[in-house]
């Protein structure tokens, strides 16, 4: 059993910067793979970028460039470090992890322009 918690969202205007902090409790020693997922009103929930154990990562391209993602195996946390925001970034993010397929409840980024 996984359990996730996202945390770090909040109001920021286009340009700015924040990180984001999914923190993961349980049984975690099968997971492989993190993923930051995020959902805008009327949207289907998009993938946004993952890190494997071996630390290989991958983006969306919409967000290559201006995120990163890391992880901190002692804090059991992965973070999404997101900078040059712009409104079409807003949504409610979520960290998802494989195996077990887990899913926090997620954390909203709002960008203003």
């Known amino acids: 059993q996984v359990q996730l918690v996202e945390s770090g969202g909040g109001l920021v205007q286009a340009g700015g910067s924040l990180r984001l902090s999914c923190a993961a409790s349980g049984i975690l020693f099968s997971i492989k793979i993190v993923g930051w997922y995020r959902q805008a009103p009327g949207k289907q929930r998009e993938l946004v970028a993952i890190i494997t154990t071996g630390g290989n990562t991958n983006y969306a391209d919409s967000v290559k460039g201006r995120f990163t993602i890391s992880r901190d195996n002692a804090k059991n946390t992965v973070y999404l470090q997101m900078n040059s925001l712009k409104p079409e970034d807003t949504a409610v993010y979520y960290c998802?992890?494989?195996?077990?397929?887990?899913w926090g409840q997620g954390t909203q980024v709002t960008v203003s322009s």
């Open positions: 998802n992890t494989v195996p077990p397929p887990s």
